[in-house]
């Protein structure tokens, strides 16, 4: 299968309150993670990093001029592939097993993933390619040849950690469910959730290796809880209070929760 070269590997968009989302437009939906940046005054924030086949830094060199914390919401490799180009890497402490020895989940193909993993995703409601890629980010690259760079995380967080930036703060939030050690950014002076997969606007994933339905159910609840303005979620198109209840809700209807 011939690809074209990308002319451009990141899409940006900008949000209010200093945040920045950047994407993989030529990556198939369900692994194409939101990269989000956040502005402080003493330090910026880097909310997952993407597949990490093209420098993140290279490509957003003018939002990266300054001292910067890169936060996994958790270690699947959509969101993980680009922590190897931070110096500063968080994650919640029940992730890094998998972050200091990844287990090999990943893949720009169906084939890379594997049979079980791809039906899962299908059952969920995702398409999932045979490829993964409608673009190259460069000629020569072999997409047969990806891995996930080992990046070992630099500090682990627990719920209730405070992330300080100078003039804002973000608390931990830990979400268990799509993965053990999921997690949440929340900051509560603009009432933003950086909300990882705990919650996006698409197909939840609850029965992935190491996922958990009765952690889901407390997690949603939990959200439920949350008096947001907006949701910048680790997929898909950022959102408000009403649908986050919309979400949350069917699910728990669905899992008679
Ligand atoms: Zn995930
Ligand atoms: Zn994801």
Known sequence: MTLPIAEQWFR???????????????VDPF??????????????????????ICSLRE?????????????LTHSHFDHIGGAYEFTSRVAHVDELAELSRPSGFGGLTARALGDEL??????????????????????GF?????????????????????????????????????SP???????GSTKTLFSGDALYDGPLLFDLPGSSIQDYVATLRRLLELDVAVVHAGHDPSFGKERLREIAIAYLERWDA
């Open 118 to 139: 791809v039906q899962r995703l299908r059952g969920a409601g995702y398409a999932v390619p045979e490829h993964f890629l409608t673009a190259l980010p460069s000629a």
């Open 59 to 71: 490509a957003a060199s003018d939002l990266l001029d300054r001292a910067v914390t890169c936060v």
């Open 181 to 187: 050690g999921s997690i949440a950014l929340w900051e």
């Open 31 to 52: 692994a194409r993670c939101n990269v989000w940046h956040v502005r402080g005054r003493e330090r910026d924030l880097v909310i997952d990093t993407g597949l990490g």
């Open 12 to 26: 940006r968009e900008t949000f209010a309150d200093g945040v920045t989302l950047l994407t993989e437009p030529h």
């Open 142 to 178: 072999l997409v047969d040849d990806y891995t996930v760079r080992s990046a070992p995380l630099t500090g682990t967080v627990l719920d209730g950690d405070l992330i300080d930036l100078g003039d804002r703060t973000f608390e931990v939030l830990h979400l268990p469910g799509h």
